[in-house]
């Protein structure tokens, strides 16, 4: 009897056993489903992948077609022969023999050509000296020049030579032509480095070329391509021909007349140079009014050269910054108001002087007639004089 209870007992703890279980594993199987159910924002959302819309063209890059159609009409293509009388050395047999001098005349033809800037409506044309006269140095004399310049129209003219400057590598032509187009002027003073600019002209006689670069570099001196330097640098594509051409802005401005190439291989390498538009234009209004450039000067020092490490030691200055005033005229204004060879002037009106190149532009740049004060060191010391300006002319044609 007890048996069998015990049997009865273990029974019914089996059932309840298998009872609960089978609970227990439902309750789980139905949190699973449950989690598996879940609504999809109560899990985490992966991140959104944006994709850019196209951006159009004319959204980062300018539309210069309207500048260039505006300006390139105001270009020309100047062609340039020169008659010309050359010093050559004769051989030393004609000297002993024929008692010829050291150096005779040979006489020939030379040409040139180049590209220029219609500034006036009525035909007055700025280009570079060196596309109006050549490659032309002391060994040549020039008895006469003919000049014609091709205009966008197709129109051929005979041009004058109103004057010439070599200390700044430009030249004034006229055409006797009216209603002519032009380009504004623009302040080469406000351009900044990376500012987009356009050169204009008729690089190996392919007319009204237009090419594209930035202001690689600004006040640019001291570059031995002529003595009164004030040029842009850019990297815009100038090549043979495109001499004398326009440099201009973003806005159809003129900011500089296309001077000279640094080149290995003679053609483009990133390395152009412009006159700038401040400086142009004072040399056209003076060419224009003159025939010449009026231009002052510290009369009385040979030359002014660049400080050096080694100089500047020598002489006392704290560094290279300023202008040495190499060989003196005793006699001269400079040298009576206390001026001395070796001195450093490191200042012009209380303006710093960094160079030659700059104390030159100043110079030219003071009126004629006036006192400067320049800041020297001498020896060592600090001091400032008074010293006229005085009057020194370019060429005449």
Known sequence: MRAARRILFATVLLVAGVAAGGVLTGRLRHLDDAAAQAPAAQTPASPAVVTPAPVA??????????????????????????????????????????????????????????????VSPDGYILTNNHVVTGEADRRVQIDQLD???????????RATVIGTDPATDLALLKIDATDLPTMPWGNSSSLKVAEWVLAIGNPYQLSQTVTL????????????VSAYEDFIQTDAAINPGNSGGALINARGELVGINTVIFSQSGGYQGIGFAVSSNLARRIFSDLQRYGEVRRGTIAGVADWIPLTTRLATELGTPDTR???????????????????????VVAFNGQAVDGPGLLTRLMSDARIGSTVTLGIIREGRRIELKVPIDKTAGRRQ
């Open 213 to 224: 670069g930035i202001v690689s570099a600004v006040n640019r001196t001291n570059l031995g």
């Open 322 to 344: 300023g202008a040495v005033a190499y060989r003196m005229y005793r006699d001269s204004p400079a040298y009576r108001a206390g001026l001395q060879p070796g001195d450093v």
């Open 57 to 118: 063209a004319s959204a980062t890059l300018t539309d210069f077609s309207r500048i260039a159609e505006r300006t390139v009409p105001a270009v020309v293509n100047i062609s340039a022969q020169q008659f010309v009388r050359r010093r050559v050395p004769t051989d030393p047999f004609s000297q002993f023999f024929y008692g010829q001098p050291g150096e005779v005349f040979r006489r020939g033809v030379e040409n040139s050509l180049g590209s220029g800037v219609i």
């Open 147 to 157: 000049v014609t310049v091709a205009l966008a129209d197709k129109r051929e003219l």
